[in-house]
């Protein structure tokens, strides 16, 4: 039975208004890991989401916090984007770091849909509300003209029904048949069936990762990208042992999230941070031709304190929304991963995209975040210091960094990447004239000053000084050295040549 | 969206709860819904794809898990689908679940006509469409909406090129019910009658072969006459065998005057499989002269009454409802 009704209009602050028009949110992972933030503040160990894949016509996001009371919505629906209470302390309940402002996050549903509802039970008390928010009528630019005095962006309606006095959760959710989500996540007929086949295919998220990690990037579905977004920016746990089992930061950062307890759940699917590098071959099966770079600012006095890692691997990364950086403030992602790396000045060319990091704000930035809590303010200090930190560890003209780095690293991986071509070219050699002499021989390169090349027939050894100084420099030059000095050696230990033995002047004639 | 009436739907949530944990409910879903999915189980020889209007507590879609007829993998339900309007109940089934392929939120009704995925994906095994409501609502156009979606259903899945067996239910009650889709139905079975086709069977089961008299008197004898023969005639005309298992019906004590509920079971078999598995009763294939008379003289089974003194039975019944709730 409907105990109570209770009407009102919702009013924000004249920044947000102007931001609602445009959309706050960049994505809709975006609008989510929002609600994800709240509930992370509010102490809950489980969000749900469900967006109704593959036809995207809803989406509900459920968490198991201690909910919220029916005053306490109206007085957030009263003036969202003015001060919070809430954010008078930096920690909230189970030690946890406050993230969001509650009332932008709910905001951030209108983004999918212009009404949704919002059901909640306190902990304790045996009544739930359930609250119909409606933004439509203010949305149109008119309306945020005529309200931007006011600053109504909206009303609500909130029902108040009787519960069990054990629930606690709050549920915010869109009404069936949103179009919005629709448009965002299910483009297309063939997003549709990328999605049946890893409907079909993954049964676990890590499953679910690998089906599209090594795909080129042009065939990822809007869907793969919203769920490893999603999972890449919230408080969640990573992988097994991902990101970096050899950063040395890795494991406070690891213990820190585990301690939260804190579970994410979409579509079935638990949620882990998707970022396991390098990121070719398979998860399981990594290379090792990268290279780590830590990074730990501030000192327990300082304003701005942070840590985290750059990485580079010779190869393109993969999935391309793991190229650049990423800033994480109280564990959260702030927009995604910045390709620009913070507005980096100088061109580094293709090797951008062999870049990614994550840096983990100790203290200070939370000033710098824009309304959205996606992007930066790039005036404020703390965001200057940070972008500078940045670039001197990418490279500056007076501080050589990453990029001189990984342009030494190139030349030596071409430079052994030479010498392997030149050692199997010396081989093919050596198994030739080892078949005119229907002996086997082996090469065995040599370092030193001794001669270039010497044969120890009884041993059926080569033994060559690829780098001696009378050996040509290009491959081509060495390759011709190595068969006249092999030609030398075989003519002494084989005599003067027969006209019969084509096969020995056929050789000879080919060198 | 039009605005919602959360009073009306915390009251129908309210009222129908109780009503989906009662013996009679439960004997349906272990003696007659479950032993039909077993056969389809058999059938398909794998784990059957299930639709279901479920409520919270999930108890037909436990009864089948628990027989394992269900597939279930760590992520959820991969062939289960439902369709739920209420927010808050949607949230707690799919909570339940984990995940499921078809999580619809809406009516049944929105779904056959309005979902995107529809016509596309909808492909089940076993469809049980229990609905809390009457067949032909007042609000309704005559024959469409419900019905209408429910024919919808049955071709869709047609073209899918599926068998599948059908579980309805209905309020039978007249309340609320549209007068001109009832007569329209009254007309189908007179017109049968008028030219003697199960003339004598329904005479013998009902004791008159006056249907106006039956609508009036017995309306959910009415019903179990009149919701075969509809369902003959759409399955005929797309081309599928219908198999008419039973009608079963029960009294329900409504928060007004009681009512009957009414069930029924159905196979729709593409005609490849005709015999394999169910050998009786016969399929009704392009036989429709045979299929009118066993319609019309088809018993229906009172649930309440066999009950009745089976309290042993019913005990057993109200156990199991306590432990799938928890």
């Known amino acids: ?511 | 969206m039009g605005p919602i009436d959360r009073k009306a739907l915390d009251l129908k949530r309210r009222g129908i709860d109780p009503l989906m944990a009662t013996a009679p409910k439960h004997w349906v879903r272990c003696h007659v819904w479950l032993k039909i999915a077993e056969k389809r189980y058999q059938i398909c020889n794998k784990p059957i794809r299930y639709f279901t209007l479920t409520t919270a507590d999930l108890f037909d879609v436990k009864v089948l898990e628990r027989a394992g007829l269900l597939e279930k993998t760590s992520r959820g339900y991969p062939g289960l689908g439902f369709c739920e309007m209420d927010d808050k109940t949607h949230d707690d089934i799919i909570r339940k679940l984990r995940w499921c392929d078809w999580p619809y939120k809406g009516l049944f009704e929105e779904m056959v006509f309005t979902y995107p995925r529809f016509e596309d994906d909808f492909s089940f095994d076993v469809v049980n469409l229990d609905f809390i409501t009457v067949p032909f609502p007042e609000h309704e156009a005559p024959m469409e909406g419900t019905w209408g979606a429910i024919e919808k259903m049955i071709d869709v899945q047609w073209n899918h090129d599926i068998s599948f067996d059908l579980f309805l239910t209905f309020r039978g009650s007249k309340d609320e019910t549209d007068a001109t889709s009832l007569q329209k139905v009254a007309d189908l079975v007179k017109y049968n009658l008028n030219t003697g086709r199960g003339k004598s069977e329904f005479e013998a089961k009902i004791g008159h072969s006056d249907i106006d008299r039956l609508l009036e008197e017995n309306y959910k004898e009415f019903l179990s006459t009149g919701i075969p023969k509809l369902l003959i005639n759409r399955a005929l005309s797309d081309g599928y065998m219908l198999t008419h298992f039973e009608a079963y019906y029960y009294l329900r004590q409504g928060d007004g005057k009681p009512y009957h509920i009414v069930k029924f079971v159905f196979s729709f078999e593409i005609p490849r499989s005709t015999g394999l598995v169910f050998g009786q009763p016969p399929p009704l294939v392009d036989n429709y002269d045979q299929a009118i008379p066993m319609i019309f003289g088809k018993d229906t089974f009172d649930i309440s009454n066999y009950l009745s003194d089976k309290s042993d039975l019913v005990s057993e019944l109200e156990q199991d409802l306590v432990s799938l709730r928890s």
């Open chain 1, 1 to 511: 039975m409907v105990t109570d009704v209770l009407h009102g209009e919702i009013n924000a602050s004249a920044r947000i208004i102007g931001d609602i028009s445009l959309g706050i949110y960049r994505s809709p992972a975006n609008a989510l890991k929002e609600l994800v933030s709240n509930a992370f503040d509010v102490g809950a160990t489980e969000v749900i989401i469900n967006t109704d894949y593959p036809a995207f016509t809803y989406v509900s996001c459920y968490d198991n916090g201690p909910g919220i009371a029916t005053e306490e919505l109206r007085q957030i629906f009263s003036h969202i984007g003015g001060s919070d209470k809430r954010l008078k302390t930096d920690v909230g309940p189970y030690g946890r770091p406050i993230i969001g402002k509650i009332g932008i996050g709910i905001l951030g549903m209108s983004q999918i849909n212009k009404r949704f509802v919002i059901i909640s039970s306190l902990a304790g008390e045996n009544t739930r509300l359930e609250a119909e928010i409606n933004i439509e009528e203010f949305v149109s630019e008119q309306a945020i003209k005529t309200n931007l005095g006011t600053g109504k962006i909206g009303k609500y309606e909130i029902y108040v029904l009787p519960e069990s006095e054990s629930e606690h959760y709050t549920i915010i959710t869109t009404p069936a048949r949103s179009e919005a989500l629709r448009g965002e996540l299910g483009q297309g007929k063939s997003a549709r069936d990328q999605f049946v086949k890893v409907r079909e295919e993954a049964d676990t998220f890590k499953e679910f990762v690998v089906n599209f990690h090594n795909k080129p990037v042009s065939t990822l579905s809007s869907y793969e990208s919203f769920l490893w977004e999603l999972a890449s920016l919230t408080p969640i746990p990573y992988f097994g042992d991902g990101p970096l089992k050899e950063w040395e930061g890795w494991d406070s950062v690891k213990k820190t999230l585990q301690s939260y307890n804190f579970k994410l759940t979409a579509d079935g699917y638990e949620l882990r941070k998707p970022i396991l590098l390098p990121t070719w071959d398979n998860l399981e099966n990594r290379g090792d031709d990268y290279e780590i770079y830590s990074i730990d600012y501030g000192d327990e006095k300082s304003d701005l304190q942070f840590e985290g890692y750059l990485y580079h691997q010779r190869r393109q990364i993969v999935p391309s929304e793991l190229q650049g950086l990423l800033i994480r403030i109280r564990n959260v992602g702030i927009g995604g991963y910045d390709k620009t790396l913070l507005n980096y000045p100088r061109n580094i060319g293709p090797m951008v995209r062999g870049i990614t990091g994550e840096i983990y704000v100790r203290k200070g930035l939370e000033e710098a975040l824009n309304i959205d809590r996606n992007s930066f303010n790039e005036t404020h200090e703390h965001f200057s210091v940070l972008q500078q930190e940045i670039f001197s560890r990418i490279g500056l003209p007076d501080k050589p960094g990453i990029a001189k780095n990984v342009r030494d690293r190139s030349a030596k991986h071409q430079e052994e990447q030479r010498v392997v071509k030149e050692i199997q070219s010396l081989e093919q050699i050596i198994r030739k004239a080892g078949r005119v002499c229907s002996q086997e021989l082996r090469l065995i390169p040599e370092l030193g000053d001794g001669a270039p090349i010497t044969v120890d027939w009884d041993k059926g050894e080569v033994h060559a000084n690829l780098w001696h100084d009378t050996v040509p420099a290009d491959l081509a030059g060495k390759r011709q050295f190595f068969r006249v000095l092999l030609c030398v050696q075989l003519l002494s230990k084989l005599g003067p040549i027969s006209p019969d033995e084509p096969d020995l002047v056929g050789w000879l004639r080919r060198i």
